[in-house]
């Protein structure tokens, strides 16, 4: 027959961005006071992408799309970005090319990124 000493469970937790997680927990039946559990654990690995202040790209973009009927790029999203000096990610698709051409935003388009930019509260 199986106890509840020292048996391992498994814990469902739901990360940030949804996913589930499963965590495995050794239960003890020591000398506990069982209304306090101390729980160690290091935030130096986790993903705290979720936890970040403002939009996405993808939500600035439905949101330029909804309230002004325009299209954005994220190449305009980050051009304005750096405009306003908002930290942008790190451009993987970069030109091979030396003098490659690279379109800038029109006018219209950033006025309608820095309106999100403020409904979002990143400016």
């Known amino acids: 027959m199986e106890t509840m000493k020292d048996r391992h469970l498994p814990i469902p ?8 997680t499963e965590t495995v927990v ?3 039946k020591g000398e506990i006071d069982s209304n306090k559990v101390r729980v160690e654990f290091s ?3 986790m993903d705290m992408s979720g936890f970040q202040k403002g939009a996405t790209y993808e939500q600035i973009k439905e949101y330029v799309l909804e309230k002004h009927g325009l299209k954005v790029s994220s190449l305009y999203i980050s051009q304005v970005k750096r405009k306003c000096g908002l930290d942008v990610g790190q451009n993987y698709n970069l030109s091979k ?3 490659a051409k690279v379109p800038q ?3 219209e388009k950033e006025a309608a990124i820095m309106e999100a930019l403020k409904h979002f509260q990143m400016l």
């Not at 937790?13 to 589930?20: G, I, T």
């Open 13 to 20: 937790v739901l990360s940030p961005d949804n996913h589930h």
């Open 105 to 107: 935003c029109p006018p």
């Open 43 to 45: 935030l130096e690995d």
């Open 97 to 99: 090319k030396e003098d």
């Open 26 to 28: 050794l239960l003890s």
